[in-house]
């Protein structure tokens, strides 16, 4: 199966700064890569898909890049909201994986 | 609004079995394929199974095969995961997830219920 890494375990920042998170795959997935956010008590929310297309309602500030084995979702000036955890996922090849997620949170 | 609202978890004992629902509502349920993602307390997501809108092709986790059964009802916007001979290791929130498209090849999640928990333990 594909291995999804995902890098830091922790981020820690101060809102209106800007975050960067990485998704490294085991085998090439092509653009085949989602990211989703995931508050606490909450079910995840899509944000990109094909490792760059923002899903429907999501601002602006959330972009994806990459393709192959590295991945980036970058948040540009983080408002308070924004601090959650966030889950990169392949769908290249079955079975669908996912990261082990990146924590976002407020310095 | 898409709304999918699961039921069903609980406590149950290794070996025993449940069955897990999911309604959906606030679109076209027979036009996509649905999905069971689970997340183990603590620990991140895990996708479970999958069923394509017109049920001919079903998929599973290694771990849950030949324990666990995807189905639909159409007719009643439901989505259904028997699960069989249970095992610690399944506790776990089960979600229920929408296939954003049925575009061949992109198989991402726009849409999730809020969980069932599910525990198994003696």
């Known amino acids: 199966e594909v291995v999804m890494a995902q890098s830091p375990a922790t981020l820690s920042a101060s809102p209106g700064e800007g975050a960067t998170l990485s998704c490294r795959a085991s085998?090439?997935?092509?653009?085949?890569l989602a990211w989703y956010q995931q508050k606490f008590g909450q079910a995840p929310r899509l944000l990109i898909y094909?490792?760059?297309t923002r899903a429907t309602g999501i601002p602006a500030r959330f972009s994806g890049s990459g393709s192959g084995t590295e991945f980036t979702l970058t948040i540009s000036g983080l408002q308070s909201e924004d601090f959650a955890v966030y889950y990169c996922?392949?769908?290249?090849?079955?079975?669908?994986?996912f990261g082990g997620g990146t924590k976002v949170e407020i310095k | 609004d898409v709304h999918l609202v699961e039921s069903g978890g609980g406590l149950v004992k290794p070996g025993e079995s449940l069955r897990l629902s999911c309604v959906a509502s606030?679109?076209?349920?027979?036009?996509?394929?649905m999905n069971w993602v689970r997340q183990s307390p603590g620990r991140g997501l895990e996708w479970v199974s999958s069923?394509?809108?017109?049920?001919?092709?079903?998929k599973y986790a290694d771990s849950v095969k030949g324990r666990f059964t995807i189905s639909r009802d159409n007719d009643k916007n439901s989505l259904f995961l028997q699960m069989d001979s249970l095992r610690a290791e399944d506790t776990a929130v089960y979600y229920c997830?929408?296939?954003?498209?049925?575009?061949?090849?992109?198989?991402?999640?726009?849409?999730w219920g809020q969980g069932t928990l599910v525990t198994v333990s003696s």
């Open positions: 997830a929408r296939r954003r498209s049925d575009i061949t090849g992109w198989y991402e999640f726009d849409n």
């Open positions: 606030g679109f076209t349920f027979i036009s996509y394929s």
């Open positions: 069923i394509s809108s017109g049920s001919d092709n079903l």
């Open positions: 085998q090439s997935v092509g653009s085949k």
């Open positions: 094909g490792a760059s």
């Open positions: 996922q392949q769908y290249n090849r079955w079975p669908l994986t």
